[in-house]
């Protein structure tokens, strides 16, 4: 079998590999260095390169927007702390340093008025808004001070009522003492058709025990209501 001697060698590299070889830009450095040393923002990732350009084509601002690039990276590997997490590699940068401009002008201040004059001027302090929720520490719940389930009707949802001292021999809780002394003031006030006969009369033993009556369904018209919120409410 014959050979070609014009044909080229097989053990060096081949057209296509040369060709891609000859395209292949070369690696530019890492280190970059300029007479004048670069001045670096970077918690506004700013690097500011105080060296003329001596060139204004577009390779040579290429090559100076590269030569920053490369010299902010550089700082920032060196001087910032690196994380590992889940989601990547983190840089931690630190405060900036320049001062950007606000988008808007600063806000004129606002004038006083006629009342925030006078106040300022006699030394009167605005009194504080008191908010119209209590936190209530046995249920670990904010409740309205009046009103539906309000704190001022705490002491009816109680199903334990303390026993006054006055009411203990006769049997009767401190609210029903009180009850009953408002009942007896009523009848007193009424005077029994106004003959000033007192509590002790026969008009006003009625009128008494009438009061009393009333004052006794009140009384358990509330506890009923009571009950039935504490039954709504489990």
């Given at each position: 079998?014959?050979?070609?001697?014009?044909?080229p060698?097989?053990?060096?590299?081949s057209l296509s590999e040369s060709?891609i070889a000859?395209?292949?830009?070369?690696?530019?450095p890492i280190?970059v260095t300029?007479?004048?040393p670069?001045?670096?923002?970077?918690?506004?990732?700013?690097?500011?390169?105080a060296?003329?350009l001596?060139?204004t084509t577009e390779?040579?601002l290429?090559?100076?927007?590269?030569?920053?690039?490369?010299?902010l990276?550089?700082q920032?590997?060196s001087?910032?702390?690196?994380?590992?997490?889940?989601?990547?590699?983190l840089?931690?940068?630190?405060?900036?340093?320049?001062?950007?401009?606000?988008?808007?002008?600063?806000?004129a201040?606002?004038?006083?008025?006629?009342?925030q004059?006078?106040a300022?001027k006699?030394?009167i302090?605005?009194?504080r808004k008191e908010?119209?929720?209590?936190?209530?520490?046995?249920?670990a719940?904010?409740?309205?001070k009046w009103?539906?389930q309000?704190m001022n009707r705490?002491k009816e949802?109680?199903?334990?009522?303390e026993v006054?001292?006055?009411?203990?021999?006769?049997?009767?809780?401190?609210?029903?003492?009180k009850?009953r002394?408002?009942?007896a003031?009523k009848a007193?006030?009424?005077g029994?058709?106004g003959?000033?006969a007192?509590?002790?009369?026969?008009?006003d033993a009625?009128a008494?025990s009438r009061?009393?009556?009333?004052?006794r369904v009140r009384r358990n018209?509330?506890?009923m209501r009571a009950n039935?919120r504490?039954?709504k409410t489990?």
């Open positions: 079998m014959s050979t070609d001697a014009g044909a060698a097989l053990d060096g590299p060709l000859a395209t292949k830009p070369a690696r530019l280190a300029k007479p004048i670069y001045t670096f923002d970077l918690g506004h990732l700013l690097a500011t390169d060296n003329p001596t060139h390779d040579a290429q090559a100076t927007s590269r030569d920053g690039a490369q010299a990276i550089n920032l590997l001087t910032c702390a690196i994380a590992s997490t889940p989601a990547g590699v840089l931690t940068l630190p405060a900036g340093e320049t001062a950007l401009p606000r988008e808007k002008a600063v806000p201040a606002k004038e006083l008025t006629r009342w004059r006078f300022a006699k030394g302090v605005p009194k908010g119209k929720l209590v936190y209530d520490e046995q249920t719940d904010w409740r309205p009103g539906f309000g705490k949802e109680d199903w334990l009522v006054d001292e006055e009411g203990k021999a006769k049997g009767k809780s401190k609210g029903e003492v009850g002394a408002g009942v003031k007193r006030k009424n029994g058709g003959g000033g007192g509590v002790e009369g026969e008009g009625r008494l009061l009393e009556r009333k004052e018209e509330r506890r039935d504490r039954q489990r």
